[in-house]
């Protein structure tokens, strides 16, 4: 008899399968996964163990508390091994989207909106061909970095001009999705719902692997938005 494939038997746990759900709405740290799972830590960290093993989540030294870490799901090893469940079952299963009919308004906050919350709110005005709007702030703005202009200019997005911007300027503004992308401004801002551990980048290497997550994440958003979902 054939084995199930890898990504279901992983899944399938019922504490694995919840700590996979509530990943892929937000990265969070061991404890707030014990608190939202109702177990202890050693269960959790030995599932989450079990998880990294099998390449579905990552983990990232937090940039607030180095002592802590910040859990992530990576969605494009979840969509292929989803994709390889369907298969096993049968050649003609595939999912299906409600398109979104409004635009949807999504808010990307880090510390300095320096260049991760601006090239996070280009690159999913690019990417999503109108079906979002996208703004971005920053709890202590700083002049925009020449890294961040620099690798989405490779990208056909000119970024230069643009003036940060402090997050009280949007007080009283409605949102879908507000996204904080750094683990210092995550404390600072309650709105926001769903959290991306992204580190700051200073070398040209690094506002390139900025750019490419940022990438993977925005397209699984933009799925999760145009399907009418609230995960990201």
């Not at 096993?88 to 510390?111: D, E, G, I, M």
């Not at 949007?170 to 879908?176: I, K």
């Amino acid at each position: 008899m054939d084995a199930p494939p890898a990504f279901l038997r992983l899944a399938g746990h019922p504490l694995r399968w919840r700590l996979l759900r509530e990943l892929a709405h937000s990265d969070l740290r061991v404890g707030e996964l014990c608190g939202l799972a109702g177990e202890q830590q050693s269960l959790v960290s030995y599932h989450l163990r079990q998880l990294r093993d099998g390449g579905l989540v990552r983990a990232r030294r937090s940039s607030a508390d180095g002592r802590d870490s910040y859990y992530s799901l990576d969605l494009a090893r979840c969509r292929d091994g989803l994709a390889d469940v369907g298969a096993a079952l049968h050649p003609a299963l595939a999912s299906h989207t409600r398109p979104r009919t409004a635009r949807a308004r999504v808010l990307f906050v880090c510390t300095g909106n320096s260049a991760r919350s601006p090239m996070a709110a280009a690159l999913c005005e690019q990417r999503s061909h109108g079906s979002v709007s996208a703004t971005s702030a920053g709890s202590h703005p700083k002049p925009l970095q020449a890294g961040a202009v620099r690798v989405l200019r490779t990208r056909g997005i000119d970024l230069a001009g643009r003036r940060p911007r402090h997050l009280d300027e949007l007080a009283g503004e409605r949102f879908d999705h507000v996204i904080s992308l750094c683990d210092r401004v995550r404390e600072r801002c309650p709105e926001a719902r769903i959290h991306w551990s992204i580190p700051e980048p200073h070398e040209d290497a690094a506002f390139e692997a900025v750019a490419a997550e940022l990438e993977t994440r925005i397209g699984f958003l933009i799925d999760a938005v145009n399907a009418g979902g609230i995960h990201a």
